[in-house]
């Protein structure tokens, strides 16, 4: 267990629609990142936040947005979607002023648009 | 050009055989070079990282960097079934991270 919670596991929704995954970092950990993880693509990073702020961005798309709260959970709202969009979205958190690429995931959002 | 290109595989070896996973990148500026393990339907894992040229080893794992050449591989000596999974690349600076598409290792008993 790597300690960071993400929340739904599955999720099936349908093109057009809304969904809000959630992530819970490792405790003490201030940085999380979003991956999108599909078949053909591999782990592609679409945002980092530290301590509330962004960080980083990715290929994020534009329907896509995310946030961090002041508990340090992480949002991630997917708009508009499209079957595209079917994919395993991870979420890490990394130690406080980590820089050595240790990176703990959780088990992921599997994401079904139908 | 990706940052990172990973050899696809799927690989499928016997039970004590060597795997040798490898990688390469496109930009010298990278400094951290990683190895992800990833079971199927779980989270990727970090299973070893370096900062330099050079052998870097764990138990009966072995990462390798060779910053000349840009290549980055991934030794497995006496590989076990429970070796079995998807093995990912990373490479970073600063704070982005970018991930090798994946290669799927069967070890067969």
């Known amino acids: 267990d790597s300690g960071v919670t993400q929340t739904p596991k599955h999720l099936i929704t349908a093109t057009g629609q809304r969904v809000t995954l959630r992530c819970s970092p490792r405790?003490?950990?201030?940085?999380v990142y979003w991956y999108q993880q599909s078949l053909d693509q591999g782990l592609q990073f679409l945002i980092q936040?530290?301590?509330?702020?962004?960080?980083a961005k990715g290929n994020i798309l534009e329907r896509f947005s995310a946030q961090q709260f002041p508990d340090l959970h992480s949002e991630l709202n997917l708009s508009s979607l499209e079957l595209g969009d079917s994919a395993l979205y991870f979420c890490?958190?990394?130690?406080?002023?980590?820089?050595?690429?240790?990176?703990?995931f959780g088990e992921g959002s599997r994401l079904t648009v139908l | 050009q990706k940052e990172v290109e990973q050899d696809p595989g799927p690989l499928s070896v016997p039970e004590g055989a060597i795997v040798s996973l490898n990688c390469t990148y496109s930009?010298?500026?990278?400094?951290?070079f990683m190895w992800y393990r990833q079971y199927s339907r779980k989270g990727p894992e970090l299973l070893m990282y370096?900062?330099?040229?050079g052998n870097k080893e764990d138990g009966r794992f072995t990462a390798q960097v060779d910053k000349s050449s840009k290549y980055i591989s991934l030794f497995i000596r006496d590989s076990q079934p429970s070796d079995s999974a998807t093995y990912l690349c990373?490479?970073?600076?600063?704070?982005?991270?970018?991930f090798g598409t994946g290669t799927s290792l069967t070890v067969i008993p």
């Open positions: 370096t900062y330099s040229s």
């Open positions: 405790s003490g950990d201030l940085s």
């Open positions: 930009n010298s500026a990278f400094q951290y």
């Open positions: 990373a490479i970073g600076m600063g704070n982005q991270f970018y």
């Open positions: 890490a958190s990394s130690p406080r002023g980590a820089r050595t690429g240790e990176l703990f």
């Open positions: 936040y530290y301590n509330g702020e962004e960080r």
